[in-house]
């Protein structure tokens, strides 16, 4: 189909208005079972016969250059078949091929603790862990730097003085590696207009995107050159490029097929030990597992970035934002592309403000290669900007919720980042959440009540959808992009309602690789939106077959027949009179009236729509112990339109979750040795159950015109607030602004202590 | 004759621009308009390689090269959106 047939022009030019019978239902998952009875296959779970088990050897220095590297003793070991260092990987890669080598295995220099820079395969996993702790690394130790704001300060180690792209003014430190700066109007003479000005510095720690199934996958590199892989990924068609790229093939050699996946959240859109399985499995001509243990995830994996943040808010004694303006710094490792652009973009956009300006700077450090986690780099300035916003709104005496109203984006609104809103849902959020009961009850003594709202962007991609019909009358449906949040029964969702069959009747399938067309990583929030949109079109293709057969038996012109709830019907009085003819009579011959009836799509969809969201939290905080509590969470967001409200709810849910341990508990650790301290879930510390209350999800459906039901991405939005709205909420509580995350209890006492010694 | 059409900057690229922020360049389309702007500002270069967005009337065109431009849009280039 052709690019022009579907792309969102304006307005209204995708959305359908017509009662829906299948999408906005909750029927069952189609994963469901196989996940609760260990019958689903994640990245660990598939073994090949002769296979063998892979291990990385890791730098225990932050920062050292590496000067030999002596394996002999391993592979002397009985039971080795393979060791590889970067001499065995493709050599010439710029660009972000060249971070994502570099990365993957070190070359010259270990850039953080944890980096590889030798693997073993053996042929078992104890063989393979004891080979590597033979590998002997001799190291040059160089002086390190963990910290942003040190970093960038005059005298910091330089990590690599070329990372510096031209958006860099000069005079800065070769660790600030990229710069952005946006927005409008006169930031200082709406300064000026204001009553009151608050200004202030936040911090935020990394975070790990803390999904419970380590990364994993079992490479196979055949004699003749060619490979496949199964792994564990938001996105195969990534993985295939970039590890062909890696490894010096050609990309269609690799096939690569992505397992079942327990939980992504950002931070599998890219490639750790996916390259070392297949370059130990082409060096042992034996298939490879390699899965990584917990300590390896956090220690060698993404995190989020850390962020150090400055924001300065103007606000008249009403209410009205003058003037708004931030600095966002944020930390992203060893490698360039910490996400400071959309913390930059983002940090403002909920408002309609006539004077805004935001500023960012990408800074290298010795930590693991940041990696997108939910809206990356949203979260930590909603919480800076949200916070001043709430300490404004104290000193005023004015209620929170009607200061954002005042001041929100609408349709219309000229963004802080730039461009003009759609049609976006800002205000209803903030209206939901405001008769929502949870806002006006009561609070006990010691609670603290905190409100918060966020923006993403969402993103559409490079799709490929497949949809073939059986000869029974049921579908069965290939899409791209790994399901990490209940795609598939929203894909079956949206293909039934098309077709006019029930939700049971369709199966939908991830393809890998060789079966499909290319298709972008499942991120930013892009999946129920885009392969969502292909779905739909390849069903109305598959429908306009089924029109056309029926044309044919009923011997009348094709577009006199028209698809009606499951069923070719005429289209009107004059085409004739037939009765109904259902889709499984129409497949039942289909083989011998013109063939297999199937309908595919392929293309970049380009009308994601924006989302906004509303948080409002209830926290207790005990003064004595600083130990914090949250008792009540209520997340209200725009969803466009809830295909599977169900799976909806869910999303909400989790980034609110996600969000309670980034606020209260979760922080990467940094002895002064450059050594990361917490390795393991004892002691890095996400959310369990018993720390979470109920959390209230509240759809809101502010229709997005570029999807035919009015789809948005509802995927990372729900991450945005959550920082904010929980520190509003402790700080209240507290009775002290808190201004560092993760507010955990020795930093609630702190504050409590500094505030009784200033009192 | 291809028309000329206005394009917002990020501020942070005024220094490859003589200090404009809004440039006007000829363009029909995106990946037209990405082109006049490496020809006409050479500095910009390396940030439409780093790769970048196109927001036409407030939809953003996240790698569509073939999107019709007229001087009658409102265009913002944007660094390019990723998620997670």
Known sequence: ?759 | MTPRVQVHLWSALRRHTGGAEVVEVEAATTGQLLEALRRDYPGLGPMIDAGVSVAIDGRIYATSLSQPVTPENEIFILQRIKGG
């Open chain 1, 1 to 759: 189909m052709a690019l022009d047939e579907y792309k969102p022009q304006s307005g209204d030019a995708e959305l359908e208005n017509k009662e829906l019978k299948y999408v906005g239902t909750t029927p069952d998952r189609p994963d469901g079972l196989d996940k609760v009875t260990g019958k689903a296959r994640f990245g660990a779970d598939l073994s090949l016969p002769g296979m063998l088990f892979g291990a990385i050897v890791r730098s225990p220095h932050a920062h050292a250059r590496i000067v030999k590297i002596d394996a002999s003793k391993a592979e002397a070991l009985d039971g080795v078949k393979a060791v590889v260092t970067r001499a065995d990987f493709a050599t010439g890669l710029e660009g972000e091929y060249g971070f994502v080598l570099e990365n993957v295995m070190a070359g010259e220099k270990a850039l953080y603790d944890g980096h590889a820079v030798a693997a073993v395969a053996a042929t078992s996993a104890l063989i393979a862990r004891d080979a590597a702790k033979l590998v002997e690394v001799e190291y040059e130790v160089l002086p390190h730097v963990t910290d942003v704001d040190k970093a960038m300060a005059e005298g910091a180690p330089v990590i690599n003085a070329a990372y510096a792209d031209a958006s860099v003014p000069e005079g800065m430190h070769p660790n600030v590696v990229r710069h952005h700066e946006s927005g409008h109007g006169d930031v200082e003479a709406g300064f000026a207009e204001a009553d009151l000005i608050v200004e202030d510095t936040y911090v935020t720690e990394a975070a790990h995107q803390g999904y419970i199934e380590p990364n994993a996958c079992v490479a196979q590199m055949g004699s003749d050159g060619k490979g496949e892989l199964w792994v564990c990924t938001q996105g195969h068609w990534y993985v295939q490029k970039h590890c062909a790229a890696l490894l010096g093939m050609e990309t269609a050699q690799l096939r690569v097929t992505a397992s079942e996946i327990g939980g992504g959240f950002g931070g599998k859109t890219t490639v750790f030990q996916e390259p070392v399985a297949l370059a130990l499995s082409r060096k042992a001509s034996r298939p490879v597992k390699l899965a990584l243990q917990r300590s390896e995830v956090l220690r060698a994996t993404g995190p989020t970035a850390s962020a150090s943040m400055d924001i300065k808010i103007g606000m008249k004694k009403d209410g009205t934002i003058t003037a708004a303006e931030g600095t966002f710094r944020l930390q992203g490792g060893a490698f360039p592309g910490a996400p400071m652009e959309f913390s930059a973009m983002c940090a403002f956009a909920c408002y309609d403000l006539a004077n805004v300006r935001q500023v960012g700077w990408d800074v290298v450090s010795n930590r693991p290669k940041q990696a997108a986690y939910r809206a990356p780099g949203a979260p930590m300035a909603a919480f800076a900007v949200e916070s001043v916003i709430d300490t404004a709104c104290n000193k005023l005496g004015l209620d929170p919720l009607e200061v954002r109203l005042k001041n929100a984006a609408h349709d219309g609104t000229k963004a802080s980042w730039g461009p003009r809103y759609d049609q976006i849902g800002m205000v209803a959020t903030l209206e939901a959440a405001k008769a929502h009961p949870h806002y006006s009850a009561p609070l006990e003594p010691g609670q603290g009540r905190g409100v918060a709202s966020g923006f993403w962007f969402n993103h559409g991609g490079e799709t490929s959808v497949s949809l073939s019909l059986s000869e029974d009358g049921t579908c069965q449906v290939s899409v791209g992009t790994p399901d990490i949040g209940g795609s598939r029964a929203s894909m079956a969702l949206m293909a039934a309602e098309v077709l006019g069959i029930p939700y049971e009747n369709i199966r939908v399938t991830i393809a890998d690789t060789a079966t499909l067309g290319y298709n972008d990583v499942s991120h930013g929030s892009r999946v129920t939106y885009a392969s969502g949109l292909a779905t739909i079109k390849a069903a109305r293709a598959a429908v306009e077959k089924l029109c056309q057969r029926a044309a044919a038996k009923w011997g009348i012109e094709e577009d006199a027949v028209k698809w009606e709830d499951g069923c070719a019907v005429p289209s009107g009085a004059n085409a004739g009179d037939f009765d109904p003819l259902p889709l499984a009579e129409i497949t039942a011959t289909m083989g011998s009236t013109g063939g297999p009836i199937s309908g595919h799509f392929e293309a970049t969809p380009e009308g994601a729509g924006v989302s906004f969201g509303t948080h409002i939290v209830d926290a207790e905080v005990d003064q004595e112990t600083g130990a914090t509590k949250i008792v009540r969470y209520t997340v209200v967001q725009d969803a466009g339109k809830a295909i599977h409200p169900a799976y909806v709810e869910g999303q909400y849910q989790g980034g609110a979750a996600q969000g309670i341990g980034w606020a209260l508990n979760e922080e990467y650790v940094y002895g002064e040795d450059g050594r990361l301290q917490n390795t393991v879930f004892l002691d890095y510390r996400i959310p369990v159950a018993s720390d979470l209350p109920m959390i209230d999800a509240v759809i809101v459906e502010v229709p997005n015109p570029g999807h035919p039901y009015g789809v948005r991405g509802v995927g990372e939005t729900g991450i945005v607030p959550p920082l904010a709205a929980i520190a509003n909420a402790v700080s209240n509580a507290a009775g002290v602004r808190l201004k560092s995350l993760p507010m955990n209890p020795p930093k609630i006492l702190e504050a409590l202590e500094d505030q009784a010694g200033d009192a």
